[in-house]
């Protein structure tokens, strides 16, 4: 009996380390980790940095959208592959400066900093990240304007990327557009993507152009739409200039 006490004396701090060991260990593989980590984040919590919940939703939803786009161009891809459709030639385009624009003309038009001695001409389509500008429409040899997609004076045919319904897309003179829909009853939703129509006779197919920000199915003659440009066209100052001829 002294033995025993004698040995418990000398080892009982190591024998309850030992065994509070297998607890926790046994513990975690119950729980498969749960209780370490919600420890591990009640404790940190207080030093980690406050970031607004829908903040981390829309980071998620814009993840989320990079995979299916990345995903729908490899199918794209492939379907070329297999019907044997020969790619576009590659063109870089030009890049220029935005160099003007008057405070009584802000969404109509733009002054760039390229022209005829760049190989720009009238026509050719204008572009910035995001979507579509405008087209060129006057050129001298070191500068063009641009008439904006925003101009009331702009008309571009256009498709709905989900559903294939088409209209004549009209500028307001500001970010967002008028969609005229060539149908009386167009499949049409909120947060539908709109681009450029393959029937388009002033800009190429499939150029982004916006969402659609809100629908009127009761407008006569027929129904309408706000598309929400997603290109900010009253921030640009840089665009990119694609020769284009205009189809008749």
Known sequence: MDSIRSWWERYSFQTAIVTAGIGLAWIIRQTQGVAIMETYQFLSRPFQAAIPKQELLQDAQVRELRYRLTELESQNQRLKNLLKVKPAPNDAGIWATVIGRGADSWWNQVLIAKGSNDGIKAGSVVVAPGGLVGRVTHVSP?????????????????????????????????????????????????GDIVHTSQFSTLFPESIPIGRIKSINLDKQPSPEAIVEFSTPLGLIDYVKIYPFTERF
Do not use: H, I
């Not at 101009?151 to 969609?179: C, E, I």
């Open 142 to 190: 070191n500068s063009s304007q641009v008439l904006l997609v925003s101009d009331p004076n702009s008309q571009v045919g256009v498709v709905v990327s989900r559903s294939r319904f088409s209209g004549m897309l009209k500028g307001q003179s500001q970010n967002t557009a008028t969609l005229e829909f060539f149908e009386r009853d167009p499949d049409a939703k909120v």
